[in-house]
């Protein structure tokens, strides 16, 4: 069949200067091209090789020197003419346009070949090169045509989407949008995980899209430092000094690229370094983490799990504490008060740093740059390192502990200033148990008091019931009349009855914890005991009244 159309192999087609088609996703792949109308008219088998190459141009010529001519990522249309049959002339043929980095073959039967070579399959297959036949004529002019109307129309729609992308991350940056919006609509955009780790590949924000947590984090910091080949990272850097990395892990096609996607995010991040200062990753992770177990604003407890290990703070084979005390309140010791800033910081770093301070390590806490850090007890050598976790939620300033070994290190009690403390707990099952009762227990502290729950098991009872209706119905009933009285009088019986349940049998000590006169406090119990109709001497009565005063909370 004589060739009806021109043969450019003497001259290099007029394409596009050399680039990368791994970094273009707007290029077609070999698979989309041979979904053009022009090419299914051929009847195309594909007979060896990948079609997921991305396509940056169609070369037509039936030259065996055409891989000169080649820049990489072309489409190659040829009826194969002027083509050696021999088998090795073949192979080496394929070898040459696989080097070449030509992305597939479309090889005409009729002109030259009756039927595709074996031998040409066998080596395009040897070297992962799409090979497809065509069982008819077609016109090569209209599949370049289609073809590259496709290509085109991928640059244009790239094109669109890092502008959208450019508008949305100068948007957000302009708004000062805090880090974890901006990883968010990261991850929208690339419908992928996106992770924002620092340098010790520990992680700070996280989304995970449509994924569980514990399947994107679950051993993330190892994982990172192996550089998955599959993953995309870009450098969040500015002044010449990195913070970290913002990492995608695979997910759909997207026009723009990954990296695109990310290096606009990168550049919003670092902006947002650079203004909120130094320390600012570690309160914003210890901010997040400690909200989520609060808030309970996890799916499992394995997604919580993977969160904090991926972010520092060790779990397995630990011993696990959890303390609350009132965030820069009178409780805590002027000195460590001074270190950490002013009462109204949102978070400070760790109690423990002030210890190390002053054991003359030179670390300042207010320049931490690590949510999770480590303490240790200088008299008691060798007892193993503490990890700590800490923020200020509101009026609370929770603290995380990982213990190497069992006992707490000294420093730590002594700057939790008024607060409780918990059980030790050996899974985060029993960490995350633990939280709500410690949390009522430190609203129970007297200024300067340390609370443990294994002391208040009363208060454990009530802090493990508090969900259950019956116990609600418990408390509104018994108090109701006291509740009553003090809101239409302003007045003081829930915290004289309070008093008395601290102190039971020691009416002295309840009339000074009420910081009333003991002639004062002996008429508020009157009235107290004629508003519920109880006698205030009889054990079971004061049992009933304290569950119900801790169900109540305070």
């Known amino acids: 069949m004589p060739a009806d159309r021109l043969d450019f192999a003497a001259d290099r087609t007029d394409r596009p200067d050399r680039f990368s088609t791994d970094r273009d996703p707007g290029l077609p792949t070999v698979a989309d091209a041979l979904e053009v109308a022009s090419l299914q008219a051929g009847i195309p088998e594909l007979l060896a090789g990948s079609v997921d ?3 940056r141009w169609v070369h037509v010529s039936d030259s065996d020197r055409v891989a000169a001519l080649l820049d990489g990522g072309e489409l190659l249309l040829t009826t194969g003419a002027g083509w050696p049959g021999a088998a090795d002339a073949l192979a080496r043929l394929v070898d040459e346009l696989a080097d070449a980095g030509l992305a597939g073959i479309v090889l005409e039967l009729g002109t030259r070949f009756a039927v595709v070579p074996p031998p040409l399959v066998a080596a395009c297959r040897a070297r992962d090169l799409a090979l497809v036949s065509l069982e008819r004529e077609v016109k090569f002019v209209a599949v370049t045509e289609e073809v590259h109307r496709r290509i085109i129309a991928g640059q244009v729609g ?4 890092r502008q959208r992308l450019h508008e949305l991350f100068t948007g957000l940056s302009l708004r000062g949008a805090p880090v974890e919006v901006v990883v968010r609509e990261t991850a929208r955009a690339l419908r992928a995980p996106v992770v924002l780790e620092d340098l010790a590949h520990e992680v700070v924000v996280a989304d995970p899209f449509d ?10 910091t190892g ?12 450098p969040v850097a ?4 990195q913070w970290g990395e913002l990492v995608a892990l695979p997910g759909p096609p997207h026009p723009a690229g ?3 996607v990310l290096e606009q995010a990168a550049t919003a991040l670092a902006l947002s370094r650079l203004a909120d200062g130094e320390g600012a990753w570690a309160r914003l992770r210890a901010e997040g983490l400690i909200a989520a177990l609060l808030g309970e604003r996890y799916v499992s407890v394995a ?10 703070f060790p779990l397995h084979g630990r011993t696990l504490y959890v303390a609350v005390s009132a965030a820069g309140g009178d409780g805590q010791p002027g000195a460590a008060r001074a270190r950490t800033g002013a009462p109204g910081s949102a978070v400070r770093d760790d109690l423990h740093t002030m210890r190390r301070s002053a054991h003359g390590t030179g670390d300042d806490a207010r320049g931490s740059s690590h949510a999770v850090q480590i303490v240790t007890d200088p008299t008691r050598p060798g007892s193993g390192d503490a990890r700590t976790l800490s923020a200020d939620i509101g009026s609370e300033r929770i603290l995380l502990v990982s213990l190497a070994g069992t006992r707490l290190p000294d420093p730590l009690l002594d700057d939790l200033g008024t607060g409780a403390i918990s059980d030790p707990a050996s899974t985060t099952g029993e960490l995350l148990a633990a939280i709500p009762v410690v949390r009522r227990l430190a609203r129970q502290a007297e200024p300067g008091a340390v609370l443990r729950v294994a002391d208040r098991p009363l208060a454990r009872l009530a802090a493990e019931l508090s969900g259950d209706h019956r116990i609600q119905e418990h408390s509104a009933r018994l108090l109701a009349p006291l509740v009553r009285h003090d809101d239409a009088t302003d007045g003081d019986l829930l915290r004289v009855l309070r008093a008395v349940v601290a102190h039971p049998g020691n009416r002295t000590a309840a009339a000074t914890a009420s910081h009333l006169s003991r002639s004062v406090f002996y008429q508020r119990l009157t009235l107290i005991a004629d508003l519920l109709g109880a006698d205030l001497d009889d054990g079971e009565t004061l049992s009933a009244l304290h569950l119900a005063l801790l169900a109540q909370g305070r």
Do not use: H, N
Request: glycine share 6%; proline share 9%; aromatic share 4%.
């Open 53 to 55: 190459v991305p396509v």
């Open 158 to 161: 790239a094109l669109q989407e």
């Open 211 to 220: 994924l569980a947590e514990a399947e994107v984090l679950a051993g993330w």
């Open 223 to 234: 994982r990172s430092r192996r550089l998955p080949p599959e993953w995309t990272r870009v």
């Open 238 to 241: 500015a002044r010449g000094t």
């Open 258 to 260: 990954p990296a695109t």
């Open 303 to 312: 997604d919580i799990e993977a969160r904090l290990e991926a972010s520092g």
